[in-house]
């Protein structure tokens, strides 16, 4: 703990606004307030942080007061200064917590509107009115957007095929004009071409092989088509295209654990529903033979209908777009495996099929003469771990920057509705700009769920060299691809080995990439250990069969 000065006393001071309280101060004038504060009672301040726009709900996801936390650890200073307690945080768990670390480390919380030092007590209450003042906020909001939809407006996002108009919070249908063509049209014919028999991944992939842009601006899927019964999404579930609407389907609680928002389902007694014949896109006849065409048991468990897993369940991508590869059929008992991408959306050029028995003799061929050299084992081991931990620190550390990306433009997108709702923008820039925002948000989130998923250390005793050896001999006598009891303690153990297998099909047959430590395995032949493997065609995988 530091000593006690006779000189005048150090502070560092917290700042944050947040467009959700329309009361808040700039972040100059909290500081101007500080200042002040400081003036009058000798205090010199020695560092600042601040946030801005960001929610003090929580103390997650708020990079200023992560510095600012960071910087108590070592510094040299007597007081944390904000201007009002409620700019720390607003809840009152975490201001336990700040006040917890603030004592421990002999740092007094001060508070300009409290006019002095603030006691624990007195934190954890304004914490806690703080809190209260958030619930009433919400539910005055909530109860704002009821009376909303009630008179027709819009509450929030704009469901596809519908466009913002210059009347505040307004809705219409796009139908287009001599330029383009509306997304209500889009609308229209997905349903035209279900209503034909054609099944959502074959309509995902004709409108992307058209160019026609997603409800994203991206690429189709037949999830965007078909959309979620619970949640009553899609374009083939969503009810505002008979010309209903529904509010308060999901409701958004935050992860104590994360600060993160996430969305839970309402039950249904919370829906309210409201007819708006002027935004029917179809007619209700049609929009309820749509819905017949559903299967009648979607709401069995997933586990009645799971098919068997596989060895390489999960670990199989596709070298050409990088997506999952799934079961396309079984032909004659043998499993074929096909881009998931290219079934979904057809957005990728990768049509093959491949015989996962032939996937996993070319995975595990020639494995069994590496696991007899105990030396080359211990260092390949030693090498995999150390460059697995390395590409694990860069993929975590990319992974926040994203993160934090993604909050910011997060924060952007519910700014602009709120300044639409006050009449401050008009629709028509709101809706390009927040199409934009989405954009970039899917952008990002792609980029995350490219990064590197790195599986655990490990850590082989060269007495479990032997029974790897005697799990690919059980394997490789049948290539066995499917894991049932006899097999599951071995199939279990080479997952462990295995990142993911990329299949990228080539002039002359198909390279199989193996990353993980089994690949490292695979290639030690070659005496060029690295965090993947390569198994080339002729090794066991036939050249794959163009079309099927």
């Given at each position: 703990?530091?000593?006690?000065?006779?000189?005048?006393?150090?502070?560092?001071?917290?700042?944050?606004?947040?467009?959700?309280?329309?009361?808040?101060?700039?972040?100059?004038?909290?500081?101007?307030?500080?200042?002040?504060?400081?003036?009058?009672?000798?205090?010199?301040?020695?560092?600042?942080?601040?946030?801005?726009?960001?929610?003090?709900?929580?103390?997650?996801?708020?990079?200023?007061?992560?510095?600012?936390?960071?910087?108590?650890?070592?510094?040299?200073?007597?007081?944390?200064?904000?201007?009002?307690?409620?700019?720390?945080?607003?809840?009152?768990?975490?201001?336990?917590?700040?006040?917890?670390?603030?004592?421990?480390?002999?740092?007094?919380?001060?508070?300009?509107?409290?006019?002095?030092?603030?006691?624990?007590?007195?934190?954890?209450?304004?914490?806690?009115?703080?809190?209260?003042?958030?619930?009433?906020?919400?539910?005055?909001?909530?109860?704002?957007?009821?009376?909303?939809?009630?008179?027709?407006?819009?509450?929030?996002?704009?469901?596809?095929?519908?466009?913002?108009?210059?009347?505040?919070?307004?809705?219409?249908?796009?139908?287009?004009?001599?330029?383009?063509?509306?997304?209500?049209?889009?609308?229209?014919?997905?349903?035209?071409?279900?209503?034909?028999?054609?099944?959502?991944?074959?309509?995902?992939?004709?409108?992307?092989?058209?160019?026609?842009?997603?409800?994203?601006?991206?690429?189709?899927?037949?999830?965007?088509?078909?959309?979620?019964?619970?949640?009553?999404?899609?374009?083939?579930?969503?009810?505002?295209?008979?010309?209903?609407?529904?509010?308060?389907?999901?409701?958004?609680?935050?992860?104590?654990?994360?600060?993160?928002?996430?969305?839970?389902?309402?039950?249904?007694?919370?829906?309210?529903?409201?007819?708006?014949?002027?935004?029917?896109?179809?007619?209700?006849?049609?929009?309820?033979?749509?819905?017949?065409?559903?299967?009648?048991?979607?709401?069995?468990?997933?586990?009645?209908?799971?098919?068997?897993?596989?060895?390489?369940?999960?670990?199989?991508?596709?070298?050409?777009?990088?997506?999952?590869?799934?079961?396309?059929?079984?032909?004659?008992?043998?499993?074929?495996?096909?881009?998931?991408?290219?079934?979904?959306?057809?957005?990728?050029?990768?049509?093959?099929?491949?015989?996962?028995?032939?996937?996993?003799?070319?995975?595990?061929?020639?494995?069994?003469?590496?696991?007899?050299?105990?030396?080359?084992?211990?260092?390949?081991?030693?090498?995999?771990?150390?460059?697995?931990?390395?590409?694990?620190?860069?993929?975590?550390?990319?992974?926040?920057?994203?993160?934090?990306?993604?909050e910011a433009l997060t924060v952007r997108e519910e700014k602009l509705w709120a300044d639409y709702d006050a009449d401050i923008i008009d629709g028509k820039i709101a809706n390009e700009r927040i199409l934009k925002i989405k954009a970039e948000?899917?952008?990002?989130?792609?980029?995350?769920?490219?990064?590197?998923?790195?599986?655990?250390?490990?850590?082989?005793?060269?007495?479990?060299?032997?029974?790897?050896?005697?799990?690919?001999?059980?394997?490789?006598?049948?290539?066995?691809?499917?894991?049932?009891?006899?097999?599951?303690?071995?199939?279990?153990?080479?997952?462990?080995?295995?990142?993911?297998?990329?299949?990228?099909?080539?002039?002359?047959?198909?390279?199989?990439?193996?990353?993980?430590?089994?690949?490292?395995?695979?290639?030690?032949?070659?005496?060029?250990?690295?965090?993947?493997?390569?198994v080339v065609a002729g090794e066991g995988l036939e050249p794959p069969t163009r079309g099927l």
């Open positions: 703990m530091k000593e006690r000065r006779e000189m005048a006393k150090r502070a560092a001071t917290y700042s944050r606004y947040s467009h959700e309280d329309s009361a808040d101060q700039s972040i100059e004038g909290q500081e101007a307030s500080q200042d002040k504060y400081a003036g009058r009672a000798g205090i010199e301040i020695v560092n600042r942080f601040s946030d801005h726009a960001i929610s003090g709900a929580s103390i997650f996801n708020r990079p200023g007061l992560t510095r600012l936390m960071q910087f108590l650890d070592s510094a040299d200073i007597d007081i944390l200064l904000v201007d009002h307690l409620d700019r720390l945080t607003r809840d009152d768990g975490d201001m336990a917590y700040i006040h917890k670390q603030l004592v421990f480390r002999n740092i007094e919380l001060h508070s300009v509107a409290q006019n002095g030092k603030v006691d624990r007590n007195t934190a954890s209450i304004m914490a806690l009115v703080g809190r209260n003042q958030l619930e009433s906020t919400a539910h005055a909001v909530r109860r704002g957007q009821e009376l909303m939809i009630k008179e027709g407006r819009n509450t929030g996002g704009r469901a596809y095929g519908y466009r913002l108009t210059s009347v505040k919070s307004g809705l219409e249908i796009d139908n287009g004009d001599e330029t383009r063509v509306g997304e209500a049209d889009i609308v229209r014919r997905i349903y035209r071409l279900r209503l034909s028999g054609m099944t959502p991944r074959a309509i995902a992939g004709k409108l992307n092989m058209e160019g026609i842009p997603s409800p994203t601006g991206g690429l189709w899927n037949a999830s965007t088509i078909n959309g979620s019964k619970s949640r009553r999404n899609g374009i083939l579930r969503n009810p505002i295209y008979q010309g209903t609407q529904e509010w308060n389907r999901v409701r958004m609680v935050r992860n104590p654990s994360t600060g993160k928002r996430v969305s839970r389902i309402n039950n249904s007694e919370e829906i309210a529903t409201f007819q708006s014949p002027e935004l029917a896109i179809i007619d209700a006849d049609t929009f309820q033979r749509v819905q017949a065409m559903f299967p009648q048991n979607e709401n069995d468990h997933p586990s009645k209908y799971r098919r068997s897993k596989t060895i390489f369940s999960g670990l199989l991508k596709c070298g050409c777009c990088g997506g999952g590869m799934s079961m396309k059929d079984n032909n004659k008992g043998r499993i074929r495996m096909q881009c998931s991408v290219m079934k979904e959306s057809r957005s990728c050029k990768n049509t093959s099929a491949y015989y996962l028995d032939e996937i996993a003799e070319a995975a595990l061929g020639g494995l069994h003469d590496q696991l007899n050299k105990p030396e080359l084992m211990k260092q390949l081991i030693k090498s995999y771990n150390n460059e697995r931990n390395q590409l694990a620190g860069d993929a975590i550390e990319k992974a926040k920057i994203l993160d934090r990306k993604i948000i899917e952008a990002l989130n792609q980029q995350k769920s490219e990064l590197p998923s790195m599986p655990d250390a490990v850590a082989i005793h060269p007495s479990s060299v032997t029974r790897f050896r005697e799990y690919i001999e059980q394997l490789s006598k049948t290539y066995a691809v499917q894991i049932s009891e006899e097999n599951r303690e071995a199939a279990t153990a080479i997952r462990r080995l295995i990142e993911k297998i990329t299949i990228t099909p080539t002039d002359t047959g198909t390279d199989v990439r193996i990353d993980g430590l089994l690949g490292l395995l695979a290639s030690a032949a070659n005496h060029t250990p690295n965090l993947g493997g390569l």
